[in-house]
């Protein structure tokens, strides 16, 4: 191909920064000082503080006008979180790499609609007619104009109107989080199939037109009674999907056919003697083995730059998102592609490292914690894994006899507190035997349990102080009372 993966990241920081974008490296995937976030959702997040205008005098990135780099993206919890689509869909990953460029106050909506159509169209020779753009069509109840600017902006560059389409809050105003700097943005789309030239003829709810680039306009800061206050300044942040944009380039119908990913799928089938990657999604996958490699691909990922960045796996936020990764992978890897539990995940770490060792430094450097850390909780799993399968079997057959389409939430409850399933992957075993699982049903059971463990706790507080002096008492007392009762022979 003409373009692999590492030559199209660094197309991207060369012609950003040609134009007097300072290369940054990656921030941290494990924010840092900022408690409203489980994890780096965007690349913007490590520059909140300049959208904010709180940035120390003696910082870095203090008086930068404009940046480019790769940023490590983790979407597994919180308000992006993309868990459920991973190994399902072709371009969902939980970890995946963000290319963005920013700028801090300086260019604002033309400079970036100009400066992205030319990289895409020109740099990277996309043809113009598959690419569908988006712009912000308002919101009254917030008193948000529609954004015309921008559209006006793409009809300049030469976009026709039948490719320049309106979007809501939810797919058109971005933003971080619950609080935080957030704004308008256009997105751009790519259409795999081509040769109809309109959006009427196009599904952009359909995988073969995949949104690759979000250009977000900087100018408010979400406040937590939900308002919005104008930033001092206007910025500008975008976000390019680097394994979408690889599969775009490489003419591949799927993010995972491409070299993004087949280093990870033959050290998987090396490790495991699974069958080859066919790159086949549900009806057609059918032993459910292509899944099982995205999953276990994509979760390596996510685990390896988290736990290098300093998350570890336990039962809280960011820790259990870490933990129910790894167990989701660990039993895709043993029932479809026949892993072996206990080092399965850090015999495929070294094809990681070898692939982004250069680009992100750190999985060189701390490779053998990362592998000591992987292996212990794999096998703190691998213990309950099997007696967890066994009990779910139970249930499910249990509840198929009784006719049920419901696994019914205490006992996903009870699979999570003896055996660690974690939720969601019970969901998906269930969806597996035509299951379903409700929710509010598991909640009411996690309650349930909490209140019986908090009596419990009580009683054991009520439970009076014990007394050294009034115990050895007691015990006397009750020495003497044995002697007395013992029969005389
Ligand atoms: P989508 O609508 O496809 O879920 P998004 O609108 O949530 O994407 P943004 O928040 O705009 O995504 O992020 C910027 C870019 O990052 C997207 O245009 C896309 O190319 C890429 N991206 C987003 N989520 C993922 C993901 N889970 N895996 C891979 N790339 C992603
Ligand atoms: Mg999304
Ligand atoms: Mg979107
Ligand atoms: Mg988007």
Redesign the pocket.
Known sequence: TEWPAARVRKTFFDFFNERDHTVVPSGPVVPVNDPSLLFTN?GMNQFKPIFLGTVEKSHPFADLKRAVDSQKVI?AGGK?N?LD?VGKDS????F?E?LGNWSFGDYFKEGIIEMSWDLLTRVYGLDPTRLYVTYFEGNPELGLEPDNEAKNFWRKIGVPDSRILPGNMK?NF?EMGETGPCGP?S?IHYDKIGGRDAASLVNMDDPMV?????LVFIQYDRQADKSLKPLPAQHVDT???Y??LVAVLQDAPS?YATDCWTPLFAKIQEVTGARPYTDKYEKDDVDGIDMAYRVVADHIRTLSFAIVDGAVPNNDGRGYVVRRVLRRGVRYGRKYLGAEIGQFFSSILPALVEQKGEEFPELIKKQQDLKEILDEEEDAFARTLDRGEVQFEKYAAAEAKAGSKKLAGDLVWRLYDTFGFPVDLTKLMAEERGLEIDEAEVEAAKQKAKEASKVVKESVQEFPKLDVHRIAELDSQLKVARTDDEPKF
Do not use: K, P, Q, S
């Open positions: 965007a979407r992006h993309d689509d371009y969902h990953h939980t995946f963000m797919d971005w943005c997105e995949i949104e690759i680039w979000n976000g390019l999907g394994e979408r993010n």
